[in-house]
């Protein structure tokens, strides 16, 4: 564990060369300087070296990938896949959450992805990443653009024709948008 | 007849002692008698009764005359603490392994949670991962884009830290239920653990790609099949969050992360994001499904709080409690765990009659920053009802609050960060069971 390989030693030197030549330049940064904290082990990759890995989305789109779909198109992917599950307008089953319709004024209120949800992103960001839970990640970009379509046509939230992709899903408007209070500064 | 007397004697003059040393109602005696300057009386009252139970002869037990077992690899807990056991749900059969598992509080002591016993809450099951396998990556706005293995991370600098973790959802129970339901401590509030963590800064190696000027936040996700991801404010991610390798000493276990997990210290558990794959540095939160649909707290008026980190300060008697029953009069230790997201514990005080009057107890010493920490106070117990409750005060001054107040901040459909005080009532037959008081 301790024997250095040829390719750690390498890759500190060149990182080394590299804090030389900003330093020379005039530009080293504080945090430059502190990577003298560690040994310098990291591997120099390129962000196109993760397309397909990373699946982050957004809220501004950030993330989404080609593609596009309908609700119409999506109904087809949502029975065969959620609906068992969800229910057929997603009306939710025993501990499963419903989807659609609900309301925060009821009582109990019922938080769904369309009465709750603040943004269409985390729709594709969640379905795409860990839906559905028994095969995870096995939907096509293009089958979550129409399933996220299809959900979010059961709240009303868009018509059954609208086109979703990476340019017209931030634009989606969640009728729960608005309602949270950022404490991410409390801490 | 005549010791009989002798000791009917002692203990009634013992009792009118301790009695004069009663600092809240309904019996809490004063912490003196845990600090070593306790009236020679108070061990005697236990000790007389002892023997009484106990007379004749002493015999050698069989495992005196015969020798014990080998050394062993990997040890295991007595078999006579084998009902010491995380409290584990039924498989989840909708989405398999999505859970969580509870510290059986009421049966620990001290503040370090085993690793078999640590808490588990997972979304989609525990990964077998192959360390030679994972990687890190750390991207997004960085001058350099790194990918780490583990071997790589074991070669850097490491600090260890003792911190608690606590699920956001813990004790969400006693928030909305219309009843107060039949639970353990455990059972109630045991989605609560501390461990000593090591591992590497997240800052060496954020430092070490290099932040880009704006960058403001970082997200980060998992390697199991839910992918789980939560976002992080980059103050906070260069201040003290930690990549965990080891737990208590040894490699983090499966259900914690292995081969790591991002460590949060303080904030609501699911931010401290397991088998951590991915550290992607952006300019605002990703708004991840974890951090809209769930752990946000509705209010009642509709809105809701998002990204609520620190856990508020919280206690929680775990003997007596919920499940137990007190089997004799006399004098008993009220023990639980206190602990704060914003700092460490300067005060627990404990009532025994429902919050009318409330003693300090003793706490340790060296108190830890965000770590679990001990509490004690003796109680005279004579079989009156009882209502037992702690209350906390951590270094920032946060009060725990009562349940009542808690409840009236939120939409009753809110379960997330739950502080509120538990009550454990005592019947006059030994009784302890959960309630709202």
């Known amino acids: 564990m301790f024997t250095p390989d040829r390719k750690h030693v390498s890759s500190r030197f060149k990182s080394k060369a590299l804090l030389l030549s900003l330093a020379v330049g005039g530009l080293l940064s504080v945090s430059a300087v502190m990577a003298a904290d560690g040994p310098g082990l990291g591997k120099p990759i390129d962000e196109s070296q993760l397309q397909g890995w990373d699946l982050i989305v957004q809220p501004d789109g950030t993330g989404l990938p080609e593609g596009s779909g309908t609700a119409a198109q999506g109904q087809a992917v949502y029975e065969q896949n959620c609906a068992a599950c969800h229910g057929m307008k997603g009306e939710g089953s025993s501990g499963v959450p419903a989807l659609a319709g609900g309301s925060l004024t009821t009582t109990p209120p019922l938080m769904t992805a369309g009465s709750y949800w603040p943004y269409a992103s985390t729709l594709y960001d969640y379905v795409r990443r860990a839906m559905p839970p028994l095969a995870p990640k096995s939907l096509s970009n293009t089958e979550v653009y129409q399933v996220v379509a299809y959900v979010l046509h059961l709240h009303g939230i868009v018509e059954r024709d609208f086109v979703l992709d990476r340019a017209s899903l931030p634009q989606v408007k969640m009728p729960n948008s608005g309602n949270f209070i950022d404490r991410s500064q409390v801490q | ?437």
């Not at chain 2, 591992?199 to 403001?216: F, K, W």
């Not at chain 2, 952006?282 to 856990?311: C, H, I, V, W």
């Not at chain 2, 023990?335 to 429902?354: H, P």
């Open chain 2, 1 to 437: 007849m005549q010791n009989n007397n002798k000791s009917e004697r002692v203990r009634s003059d013992e009792k009118i002692a301790l009695l004069n040393d009663q600092v809240a109602g309904n019996g809490l005696i004063s912490r003196r008698h845990l600090l070593g300057l306790s009236l020679a009386g108070a061990g005697g009252l236990v000790t007389s009764s002892v023997l009484a139970a106990d007379a004749g002869l002493l015999t050698r037990p069989a495992w005196s005359m015969t020798p014990g077992r080998d050394p062993s690899e990997y040890g295991n807990p007595s078999s006579h603490a084998a009902q010491i056991k995380r409290l584990a749900p039924a498989p989840n059969a909708i989405s398999p392994g999505t859970g969580a598992s509870r510290t059986p509080l009421h049966l620990l002591q001290g503040t370090i949670t085993p690793n078999s016993l640590h808490f588990e809450r997972h979304h989609s099951g525990v990964p077998d991962i192959d360390p030679a396998q994972h990687r890190l990556v750390l991207h997004g706005m960085v001058r350099q884009p790194l990918e780490f293995s583990y071997e790589d991370l074991l070669a850097y600098p490491m600090v260890s830290r003792v911190h608690f973790l606590e699920c956001s959802g813990n004790s969400g129970g006693n928030s909305s239920g219309a009843s107060a339901s039949d639970g353990s401590a455990g059972g109630i509030h045991g989605l609560l653990s501390c461990a000593e963590w090591t591992g590497v800064r997240l800052s060496t190696l954020l430092d070490e790609a290099g932040v880009a000027a704006g960058a403001s936040w970082i997200t980060a996700t998992g390697a199991d099949a839910a992918s789980l991801g939560r976002s992080v404010p980059l103050d906070k991610a260069l201040r003290d969050v930690i990549i965990a390798l080891y737990q208590n000493g040894e490699p983090i276990r499966p259900e914690q992360g292995y081969p790591m997990r991002m460590f949060v210290p303080g904030w609501e558990g699911n931010v401290s994001v397991k088998w951590l794959t991915q550290i992607k540095v952006t300019d605002g939160p990703a708004n991840f499904r974890d951090e809209t649909s769930r752990y946000t707290e509705l209010l009642p008026d509709g809105k809701s709080l998002q990204f609520t980190y620190p856990m508020g300060v919280k206690s929680v008697i775990t003997s007596p409690s919920g499940q137990m029953t007190l089997t004799r009069h006399g004098l008993h230790e009220v023990t639980g765990l206190a602990w704060s997201g914003s700092g460490s514990i300067r005060r627990v005080e404990i009532s025994a009659d429902g919050g009318r009057t409330w003693a300090d107890a003793l706490i340790d010493a060296d108190q830890r920053e965000l770590a679990l920490t001990r509490f004690r106070l003796p109680w005279l117990w004579e079989g009156a009802e009882a209502v037992l409750q702690s209350r906390a005060t951590d270094s920032a001054g946060n009060v725990q609050p009562s349940r009542a107040a808690w409840v009236a901040q939120y939409s009753p459909a809110n379960r997330y960060h739950f502080n509120g005080i538990q009550s454990w009532a005592v019947s006059a037959q030994g009784e302890v069971k959960n309630v709202y008081a």
